[in-house]
């Protein structure tokens, strides 16, 4: 059995866990989900444990107010002067949740754990003597509590083709599987091709179908702007333009629109730019700021790539946003196929078979 611990930020670590857990559990290799989140309804075989918080319940200071201020966090001292990222003195939040994560350790003996994302969850494990595999994100990952996380890691497994490799810093050996999403190209690429009586088209005098446009913000805060969303109402006057997440409504199950899409704009998020990939729809990207310049990585990485892709021009540059436009609708969307080939989540499922039976026959 293998534990696979996810982050409560955002929707992209659960997302991937949940694809690959399923690809796992139809070769007969169980994975409980560990995570502050609750249970998502597709985890397979029910196997999930609800952890505490480990960023709330903050200890009061004397005047029994909560901690405020520079000298409190000093006081608290969260990355043990920056060799961790969050390990708080006398926090009960972290006290609980690292002993409930001792406690199943102790009581299931797993074979392995997969951290998505967390040194010291990551180290937790390793010094109860569990291997570990540690899903490295984008970005400048060269901090020493990150460099800590992937020295004492079996493998870090990097969810974006080979040929992006200078995407990230941090780790030497990185086992890159591809870009990993819930869908997979196999689920219908095109599939507005169905519905469609002609062909998308911005002329208001054709009879065809309008253009789709899909901007889609991720579940972990920021967004599109809403001017980089007015630049392409400009420009495309018919367009139907579909607002998911940010200023518009959040929609758990994007791929219908996605599939639908003549062009989609997106933040730089690993879990978005992976759905978009595999629904082969071009896209106008936009780096939101993050830590370790996750998303500048990601962004950059892309436009040295062959992937249909093209950063969002500056809000007032009317004219770079007319040019950007006009070629991304050239673009040919199955460029993406070597970003993201439907076959990340099967390759990590076969990763961690291999690891575990390397386990089963040391432990012999």
Do not use: K
């Not at 866990?17 to 007969?28: K, P």
């Not at 989609?264 to 990207?285: D, K």
């Not at 460029?335 to 080939?341: I, L, Q, V």
């Amino acid at each position: 059995m293998i534990g696979w611990y996810i982050h409560h930020q955002g929707h992209g670590h659960l997302h991937r866990a949940t694809a690959v857990a399923r690809a796992a559990a139809a070769h007969g290799l169980p994975i409980t989900g560990l995570s502050s989140l609750p249970q998502p309804p597709d985890w397979p075989d029910a196997a999930w444990v609800q952890l505490d918080r480990d960023d709330t319940s903050l200890p009061s200071d004397p005047a029994g107010e909560g901690p405020a201020g520079e000298a409190a966090e000093q006081s608290l001292d969260p990355t043990a002067a920056g060799t961790l990222h969050w390990v708080p003195r006398h926090h009960p939040g972290l006290l609980r949740r690292s002993a409930q994560l001792s406690s199943w350790l102790e009581s299931r003996r797993p074979e392995l754990i997969v951290v998505d994302v967390s040194v010291e969850i990551a180290l937790l494990a390793r010094l109860h003597g569990i291997p570990v595999v540690t899903v490295a994100l984008p970005g400048d990952r060269t901090d020493p509590a990150h460099r800590l996380g992937y020295a004492i890691s079996e493998r870090v497994v990097g969810m974006w083709p080979q040929a992006a490799a200078d995407i990230f810093r941090g780790a030497e050996d990185v086992q890159a599987l591809g870009g990993l999403s819930r869908f997979t190209p196999e689920d219908g690429v095109m599939g507005s091709a169905e519905a469609d009586t002609g062909s998308a088209t911005a002329s208001t005098d054709s009879p065809a179908r309008p253009l789709r446009v899909v901007v889609l913000s991720g579940g972990g805060g920021g967004a599109v702007e809403t001017g980089s969303i007015e630049q392409v109402r400009r420009l495309l006057p018919s367009a139907q333009v579909t607002v998911l997440g940010g200023a518009g409504s959040w929609e758990a199950d994007p791929w219908t629109h996605l599939q639908r899409a003549d062009l989609v704009l997106t933040a730089a998020g690993q879990n978005s730019i992976a759905e978009v990939a595999a629904s082969r729809t071009p896209a106008l990207v936009t780096a939101l700021d993050r830590p370790h310049q996750e998303q500048r990585h990601m962004l950059s990485a892309l436009e040295r790539g062959p992937w249909p892709v093209m950063r969002m021009p500056a809000l007032q540059d009317d004219a770079a946003w007319e040019l950007a436009v006009s070629q991304i609708l050239q673009l040919d969307g199955e460029e993406w196929s070597s970003w993201c080939d439907g076959g990340a989540a099967d390759r990590f499922a076969a990763l961690l078979q291999e690891l575990t039976d390397v386990g089963a026959d040391l432990s012999r």
